[in-house]
């Protein structure tokens, strides 16, 4: 500990009001609400959109596409078809949004949030965040729900897209990023990419809710905060939950497949039969 860090826990012991943090909890901290929003801090200028599939029961106010909308073949669409998608909802790239919503046949959990958020992000969105909760959450609060999700005028999405968040074949095998396979312990025991960490996707999660920074750290204690990560399931659709918590927790971090993975190692196998 430096002299200026034993000063200020110094001065915080004798001021009962000032409470002792370290620099890096406290950038988490500040970063939680950036990425994460609570129900009570909902405002009236954020535009929620629920991307549940099959959602009967909308958070009243909400626009509604779901996840399903934005994947094709178990991978994003487009950058043009999703803006389409979005310019029909009549959502545009100065929005605030607000993400939430469940994967019901993934057994609940907020990956499809955070796969929306990722794509989102992606697309250079700068003001999107992931409800920290669910419709059942906001009801619970006396909050109003509503059977049908609102319609808004056609809109022009205009996309930054950028694929600092995409993880590639060729980034994953240059040896610079952390691998962290975000399958179950099982799956990762049949395999996966060489020199992964196996850290699954329920290890980030308290039931169905993102855990506290504090436990997230915990999670994460294996890993380098000074080098990338990449984060993978098969289809990176999960992977997109531990990316998530990566964020939070400060880390350069991508999302990958891990079967656009195997669809390599198995060109790369045909071709070195090819020339022999």
Not at 77 to 92: F, N, P
Not at 109 to 114: C, I, L, Y
Not at 222 to 247: C, D, M, Q, W, Y
């Amino acid at each position: 500990m430096s002299s200026t860090d034993g000063q200020e826990k110094e001065a915080a012991a004798s001021d009962p009001e000032k409470p002792i943090v370290d620099t890096g909890t406290e950038q988490v901290l500040n970063r939680f609400p950036e990425i994460m929003v609570e129900i009570d801090e909902v405002s009236s200028s954020d535009v929620l959109l629920d991307v549940s599939e099959s959602a009967t029961e909308h958070i009243s106010g909400s626009l509604a596409i779901s996840y399903e909308d934005f994947m094709e073949d178990q991978k994003p669409k487009s950058v043009e078809k999703i803006t389409e998608i979005l310019g029909q909802a009549g959502i545009t790239e100065n929005d605030s949004l607000v993400l939430y919503g469940e994967c019901l046949p993934c057994g609940g959990g907020p990956s499809a949030s955070a796969y929306v958020y990722w794509i989102m992000k992606s697309l250079g969105h700068e003001k999107v965040r992931v409800l920290n909760g669910y419709v059942r959450d906001w009801k619970e609060k006396g909050l109003p729900v509503s059977s049908s999700a609102i319609v808004r005028p056609a809109a022009k999405y205009i996309p930054q897209f950028t694929d600092n968040l995409i993880a590639d074949y060729e980034y994953v095998m240059s040896g610079q990023p952390q691998l962290v396979d975000a399958r179950t312990v099982q799956e990762f025991g049949s395999g996966s990419i060489p020199g992964a960490i196996s850290i699954p996707y329920e290890s980030v999660l308290d039931g169905d809710m993102m855990k506290s920074p504090s436990d997230l750290e915990k999670a994460f204690s294996i890993l380098n905060k000074e080098r990338p990560v990449v984060a993978f399931t098969n289809t990176g659709f999960k992977g997109s939950v531990v990316r998530l918590a990566l964020e939070i927790m400060g880390y350069d971090t991508r999302l990958y497949s891990y079967n656009i993975w195997l669809d390599n190692q198995l060109a790369e196998q045909e071709s070195n039969d090819t020339s022999e």
